[in-house]
């Protein structure tokens, strides 16, 4: 099961630096870098190693079956940014 990155996100970058697979976007080569409010993660690529939730400042980051009833939405959210995007 793949972690989701949910509202709390301040889009500190950590999670981004330690991933072992760069499942987190966006990253600093990508158009929508500097305007980022959140980051997400893609489901698809995630191994679920767990590394990008010790780092997260704002304990931001869940197991998608563990996300809080109120963020679980954001399972699609994160999915739904990397649609299209041939990643």
Do not use: T
Request: charged share 25%.
């Amino acid at each position: 099961m793949a972690h989701v990155i949910a509202a709390p996100c301040v889009a500190d970058y950590s999670c981004v630096e330690i991933c072992p697979v760069n499942c987190i976007s966006p990253r600093a080569a990508d158009r929508d870098f500097d305007d980022a409010e959140q980051l997400y993660i893609n489901p698809d690529v995630c191994i679920d190693c767990g590394a990008c939730v010790e780092v997260c400042p704002v304990l931001a980051i869940f197991e998608a079956d563990c996300l809080p009833e109120k963020w679980r939405h954001y399972a699609q959210v994160n999915r739904e940014h990397f649609l299209g995007k041939g990643e």
